[in-house]
């Protein structure tokens, strides 16, 4: 007799994670140009950055027909109950329908069921899974109940996702899914797997690490088999997360511990590239990877502070503009420094469509530095003119020109 293996049901506008190699959901390193370059790549899906609930809810979804894109936005309150109508309106979440909706997965940060429904309604249709972020071991998330901080209440966690199943899976037709991490012994990781698989979720990702654990340190990968078997018993597709390399290496994790996908993390963050299979060559080198990255940040005007930390990874630290880099403050500076003059024009348009200009940024410091000289001439012209006073006693000359020194000192 033929063993049929279990699988929860992929809704309609969902997507099987069964068969992928993903982006992980990174903050300030996952959003919309580095998912969109990890797809140009070769990642089956992407997930955006952890979004807490409460940034979400309160946003208005606008339809950006300039970038093509779907945004969502709001008033800055800084902890105002009315904020004032005439502030400029904070950017929360950016996606590109066309280019990644389908593959995008909106990463929830929550603590509380209704919240978790509230936010991800907003987002819902034009996403194609929500998942609960119940891994992240930073303060902002763990401090709020959120995060990591799940893994100890985990009927919490379990009442969150039942009510995204019953909530969001139904009405929009996508999945929900969880990422969490390793707890302190395989049989409280056991026990919290299996309740979790029970709630209706569609995928599980597991990172290799306990909540104390930084990047730096090893992934724990001995209980995975045993994960991935609860997951395969419920018919959830079960992901992996930690230490993942490239595509070829998660092809062969994948295969070793019996998992149905892999996640990468750190090493999207260096080189996008590392979504490319061995037969189409593999790793890129880095300045083709950091063009690709500037033309597509350049095409959805992506804020120049987020660009140039997702480049300050991307460029090796030995190079000899990584430095130059670190100190830019626009496009047309980095498109200068890196030596892609064909993009220079471009980058000029964007920096002026977002508020800031490379060539204004240049006079501006020439500006400070030609007015610290004049302010040195005057120094000098002034104690000049003072020694050439001989009518006047040398006591009273000598009283005049104390001051003055001291102030060009």
């Known amino acids: 007799m033929t063993s049929v293996t279990k699988r929860v049901p992929i809704p309609r506008n969902g997507v099987d994670y069964r068969g992928k190699i993903v982006l992980a959901p990174m903050v300030r390193s996952g959003e919309l140009p580095s998912r969109l370059l990890a797809l140009h790549y070769g990642a089956d899906l992407v997930w955006g950055p952890e979004t807490v609930d409460r940034s979400m809810i309160g946003t208005t979804r606008k339809v950006n027909e300039a970038l093509e894109t779907i945004d969502f936005t709001r008033l800055p309150s800084q902890g105002a109950k009315d904020p004032h109508r005439d502030q400029k309106e904070s950017l929360i979440y950016r996606l590109h329908p066309e280019r990644e909706g389908k593959r995008l997965i909106f990463q929830i940060g929550t603590s509380d069921p209704e919240r978790a429904v509230q936010a991800s309604r907003i987002v819902a249709k034009d996403v194609a899974g929500i998942d609960v972020n119940a891994g992240c071991p930073k303060p902002f998330s763990t401090s709020g109940g959120m995060g990591a901080a799940l893994l100890q209440t985990p009927d919490k966690l379990c009442s969150i996702l039942e009510a995204l199943v019953k909530e969001i899976a139904t009405e929009f037709e996508i999945g929900i899914s969880v990422k969490i991490r390793l707890l302190e012994t395989a049989e409280k990781t056991e026990m919290l797997v299996r309740k979790l698989v029970a709630t209706g979720i569609t995928g599980l990702t597991i990172h290799c690490r306990t909540t104390p654990m930084r990047p730096r340190e090893r992934a724990i990968r001995e209980q995975l088999k045993m994960i991935a078997h609860i997951c395969r018993e419920s018919g959830v597709a079960c992901l992996m997360n930690g230490d993942v390399g490239n595509k070829a290496e998660a092809e062969k994790l994948v295969a070793e511990f019996g998992v149905d996908g892999a996640m990468i993390a750190t090493a999207a963050e260096s080189n996008s590239s590392c979504f490319r299979s061995e037969a189409d060559g593999g790793l890129l080198p880095w300045k083709e990877v950091v063009e690709e990255y500037l ?75 030609n007015k610290a000289a004049s302010s040195i001439q005057e120094n000098h012209s002034k104690i000049r003119k003072l020694n050439t006073e001989n009518q006047k006693p040398l006591a009273e000359i000598r009283l005049q020109n104390e001051p003055v020194i001291a102030l060009a000192a």
């Open 295 to 369: 033309k597509t940040s350049m095409e959805v005007e992506n804020r120049w502070g987020n660009t140039k930390y997702l480049l300050t990874h991307l460029i090796p630290g030995k190079q000899p503009v990584y430095r130059e880099i670190t100190s830019s403050k626009s496009y047309y500076q980095a498109c200068h420094i890196l030596g892609f003059e064909h993009l220079e024009a471009q980058a000029k348009a964007v920096d002026e469509k977002i508020g800031i200009t490379g060539d204004n940024e240049i006079q501006s410091r020439r500006g400070k530095k």
